[in-house]
């Protein structure tokens, strides 16, 4: 049965552990609240590690979630477990990557109990299994995550993967998304926040934000490297071109930074690579003259426009057909973060000021033109 999640009240603070204190929770083997941004799911998941899986706290989690329990790792050790997508196109609202379902091929009953899933999930963690210590399908859910982390994908998964290793552990995660009981009114929802929080404190659990966790890889860790610095001469002016290369995707992407003095908060233009109308000038695609315009725009006000590039043998997603903007948020937070761009005015675009927040820039809306481009949805 599902406990019933009691509301904090209405003027409790939302409640942020931090780092540390999430870190040794799960070092201990005990689980930590993690809650997304607002503006993607707004939803808190149990995340345990998947290493040190106990069959109480796996039944813990069961009892206070959707029961749904899935194994976040990195994507070259699911291939390494022969673990494929699940679909050849995803076509979910938020790029999570599900594999196959799995069982442990020893040591399982019927592979549902909780007993059997903290065994699964201990397998999938075990740097000495391989491909044959599973059967498919199961009953848990292996999940792919980014190569970036919390700094390419500000979801769940990556921040599941991310806090096991940061804690020591192998990189596996056991997540599950938190939700309300028979005894409330709208029973099954996604849990709130002051659910979330009164839950924490009855159990002396955890609870930590996404974007503490993207500001602490922001601080302590080295995703992007300066690997060129020239003079660009434009029709606006001259730019401080910087070429930062991305380690996890061997994309290089270019900062276009505005020799004026900005304001506290500078101009901040986001544009996707897109051949068929920077290079070419295809007539079907703005994305010429948007660039174009946001050119204009920084020259005038000081800032910067960031040109996100593909990864190496692949291609950002988002340019002139719009997409995924998942992994682009990521990128164009640590780029900002990497020129010291702490609090930005967005220029239209792909992103929403509310995507970069979640990589800790305080970001509101520039004022936009009439003709401004849509995001896509």
């Known amino acids: 049965m599902t406990a019933v999640l009691e509301p904090a009240g209405a003027a409790a603070a939302a409640r942020c552990d931090g780092i ?16 997304d941004d607002a503006g993607r799911e707004g939803e808190g998941d149990v995340v345990l590690p998947a290493a040190l899986a106990e069959p109480s706290w796996v039944a813990w989690a069961v009892r206070h979630t959707s029961g749904l329990l899935r194994v976040p790792m990195e994507a070259a050790r699911a291939d390494e477990l022969d673990l494929p997508p699940m679909v050849r196109h995803d076509t979910g609202h938020h790029g999570t990557a599900y594999t196959v379902s799995v069982d442990a091929a ?5 592979g549902i109990s909780a007993r059997d899933r903290a065994r699964t999930a201990r397998v999938l963690a075990d740097p000495a299994s391989v491909a044959r210590d599973l059967t498919r399908p199961g009953h848990v859910l292996p999940l792919r995550a980014r190569p970036g982390g919390v700094l390419e994908r500000a979801g769940h998964t990556e921040a599941a993967v991310d806090l096991c290793r940061l804690a020591g552990l192998p990189p ?3 997540i599950a998304e938190l939700v309300t009981g028979p005894g409330d009114p709208g029973a099954g929802r996604t849990a709130d926040r002051a659910e979330i929080d009164a839950l924490a404190g009855r159990h002396d659990v955890p609870v930590l934000d996404v974007a503490s966790l993207v500001r602490h890889r922001h601080r302590h860790g080295v995703r992007l490297r300066r690997s060129s610095r020239t003079t660009l001469p434009t029709d606006h002016g001259p730019f401080d071109v910087v070429g930062l290369l991305d380690e996890p995707t061997g994309a290089e992407h270019l900062a276009l930074l505005s020799p004026h003095a900005a304001t506290d908060r500078p101009t901040l233009a986001v544009h996707a690579e897109c051949a068929a109308g920077e290079v ?5 695609c703005r994305c010429r003259r948007e660039l174009d315009d946001s050119l204009a725009a920084v020259a005038r006000t000081g800032g910067a426009v960031v040109h996100l590039r593909a990864p190496a043998g692949g291609r950002v997603s988002g340019g002139c057909g719009g997409g995924d903007f998942a992994g682009a948020a990521g990128i164009a937070a640590a780029v900002a973060a990497e020129l010291r761009l702490t609090a930005v005015r967005l220029r239209p675009g792909p992103l929403h000021p509310d995507d970069l927040r979640a990589g800790g820039i305080d970001a509101v809306p520039a004022a936009p033109p009439h003709d401004a481009p849509r995001r896509p949805r």
């Open 106 to 110: 020893t040591g399982v009953g019927t």
């Open 280 to 284: 070419f000038g295809g007539r079907t």
């Open 20 to 35: 540390a204190g999430a870190l040794a929770a799960l070092r201990a083997g005990r689980p930590v609240l993690v809650v």
């Open 172 to 174: 596996v995660g056991l």
